[in-house]
């Protein structure tokens, strides 16, 4: 018992499959989501500071690092069923914190769980580095359907995922890192080698579109 059930259940994120129940070429843990996002994470706050941003650094980390870890408990529920509606969403909101707590209150030192409460709650607000989270959770999320399309995997869902990832990264466009990922990195993911190439410019190009337009108005 003890802080030993927290260590060892970060093992248990290496067997925690995102988007499960579907057909994919390369599997990804939540584990490796977690670093690959806090990796985005860091480059995206040293375009924020690079731009003036005051970043808090140490919260960057604290944020991207644990974003993912109550999925321990519930698995990593898929986004159109864990979106379907606000009740829906606000339940398993309601169900993570409540394990959450549950576990820090019996395995953390008192003395530490306030400070773990406060890492361990949901990540995503309105400060820059929440706003970074929400971005580069999304930007791997990205990545991981880019990297379906390439492989040729027929399941429509993964364009689905691409789609709904970069509408949601363009919510951010106000930020000088997703300026940056829209001018610079984007461009790139589009020249790489592969066989739907027109389909996903065409939905990427239409997402822009309409981030034009929004400008504009």
Same mark, same amino acid.
């Given at each position: ?36 996002? =806090? ?6 706050? =040293? ?24 999925? &321990?408990?519930?698995?990593? &529920? ?9 009740? &829906? ?19 953390? *030192? ?43 995997? *027929?399941? *429509? ?10 509408? =949601? ?26 066989? *739907? ?21």
């Amino acid at each position: 018992m003890g802080v030993h059930q927290y260590f060892k259940s970060l093992s248990d994120l290496e067997k925690l499959i995102r988007c499960p129940g579907k057909f994919k070429y390369q599997d990804h843990n939540v584990a490796a989501h977690s670093f690959k996002v =806090t990796k985005i994470a860091q480059y995206l706050a =040293t375009v924020e500071e690079q731009n003036g941003q005051e970043i808090d650094w140490k919260l960057v980390y604290e944020k991207a690092l644990n974003h993912d870890y109550p999925e &321990i408990f519930t698995g990593d &529920i898929k986004t159109p069923v864990k979106y379907a509606s606000y009740e &829906i969403k606000k339940l398993f909101a309601q169900v993570e914190e409540e394990m959450i707590e549950k576990f820090i209150t019996e395995e953390f *030192p008192e003395q530490y769980q306030e400070i773990y409460r406060h890492r361990l709650q949901e990540g995503k607000d309105d400060s820059i580095e929440g706003q970074i989270l929400s971005v580069a959770d999304k930007i791997d999320l990205l990545y991981e359907s880019f990297g379906e399309i390439q492989k040729r995997n *027929p399941e *429509p869902l993964f364009f689905e995922i691409y789609e709904s990832s970069l509408e =949601t990264i363009m919510q951010f466009d106000h930020l000088s890192s997703v300026q940056d990922f829209i001018e610079h990195i984007l461009p790139d993911m589009l020249q790489e080698k592969f066989i *739907p190439r027109s389909e996903l410019r065409e939905i990427t190009m239409s997402i822009l579109e309409k981030r034009e337009i929004k400008r504009r108005l």
